[in-house]
């Protein structure tokens, strides 16, 4: 029986929030499983790492990619592709008999990092303009409250029936979204001419990227001045200055890099990837320390269940927080906003840094350090829209977007390489190089203050008719205060 076009039409929004559940669920299967993984596949926790970091790779990578082919009338097949890679990825990770085929379904889940965009701009296309609003809104809702769910449920799972079972849930999870999204979600073909998709960009981002994160995340193992890094490192920047220079030069580019001429688009994006690298070193640091045995003199012996648990904290404070921004802007400015809730997050690292001799201690530190990025990553977007010309905003978003997603990467590859220069002799790292990861954290929320106080007001003048509505820069603010985590 088909589906009539009023119960399709007030199912679309509930299967958008589905699928934005769907990617920030699976994006939040690396940190707490790492120790299980490290175990089951009697890897070290270095190389467990890469669990996570591909994924984040993948996701830095697609997040562009999927935003530029879901244009205008891909975007349903683009959504559904989507979701189909994170099903297949699920399978491929369930069944995995070993690392290197764990790494390749991580990295067809990650692309379920690039999710979320597109079902916001299904729901601009496909709604009626008075629930546009309340609709992304909820979305961003959904993602914040998909991270703090993923990681306890993941937990558990894995407890009761191991790695295999917390991706098979995962894949079943993504099956059903891809069900219901072809189902529900109508087709926009014919709705305007596709943008010719930059391919070589993408393939030059995504080589780029690869050389310049296996490099960090392997330095430790294989020598700081080893041929085989000192090559990748070299690759890895002479191919992002050739995607920059090709950027530049194409017609119509993956990421419209012009838009960094803007002081205060160049400084937020700064910002954007500093605070990135800090928190996912946190989360990766946090997770990984709560679960190491008492034995070795630190650590707390807890579940994959609790490590899940500790972290929505952050979560939940990054949503509550995002939403002072109005009120907090208002009073105060958001230069010193941003300034502020980098020190926040900066204190919250110091604070577990200094005092992590019991478990409570973890709970208020992923607290303040949510405190400390909601506000700061829902204040972003808005200056970004705020220093632009209305019409290329979403070229300023989708460059945000990747270089968030590069902070990611980054900050999950730094966990691994310092954890790996700091092992026992059982091969386990030591409490120097948590607490070492936990200072990085709180140097790189300092120098994203710096950043955030430095930051122009405004970078250029722009007409009445150039500048985004005030509702709109609202939209954008409250549309991705909490949405990073996924």
Known sequence: ??????????????????????????????????????????????????????????????????????????????????????????????????LGMLLVGRGLQGVGLGLAPLAMATAREELPQAKVAPMIALLSVSAGAGLGAGYPISGVIAEAWGLAGAYWFGAIVSGLALIC?????????????????????????????VAALVSVAEGTQWGWGSPA??????????????????????????????????????SADACA?????AMYMVLSGVTEFVQSPRSGGFGFSAS?????LVLIPLSFFMLISSRTLPALVTRIGIRAVLTMGCLVAALGCGFFAVFHGALWQAFVMTGVLGV??????????GLIVQSIPARETGSAMGCYQVVRFTGFSLGSALTATILAAHVSGNGQPTVGGYTMVLWFSAGFCVLAAALAWFLPARSTRLTP??????????????????????
């Open 229 to 266: 890094i000192i090559g990748l490192l070299a690759v890895g920047v002479v191919l992002f200055a050739a995607w920059v220079v090709q950027q530049l030069r194409a017609g119509n580019p993956l990421v419209q890099l012009r838009l960094l001429r803007h002081p205060s688009v160049f």
């Open 273 to 277: 990837m500093v605070l990135g690298v």
């Open 465 to 486: 008719a150039e500048r985004l509505p005030a509702d709109e820069v609202r939209l954008v603010e409250q549309t991705d205060g909490d949405d990073l985590s996924s």
């Open 304 to 308: 994959a269940v609790m490590a899940g």
């Open 181 to 209: 999204v072809a189902a529900v979600i109508p087709s926009s073909a014919g709705r305007s001419a596709p943008n010719r998709f930059d391919w070589a960009g993408a393939v030059l981002l995504a080589l780029a990227m």
């Open 372 to 381: 400390g990025l909601g506000t700061t990553f829902a204040a972003i977007p």
């Open 1 to 98: 029986m088909v589906m009539t076009e009023r119960p399709r039409s007030a199912l679309i929004g509930p299967v958008l929030v589905l699928a934005t559940l769907v990617s920030s669920i699976i994006s939040s299967f690396g940190a707490p499983l790492i120790p299980t993984v490290a175990r089951d596949f009697h890897e070290s926790l270095s190389t467990a790492q890469r669990s996570l970091t591909v994924a984040l790779l993948v996701g830095a990578a697609s997040s562009p990619v999927l935003g530029r082919l879901g244009d205008g009338p891909r975007r349903r097949v683009t959504l559904l592709g989507g979701l189909a890679v994170v099903t297949a990825g699920g399978v491929v990770a369930a069944l995995a008999g070993g």
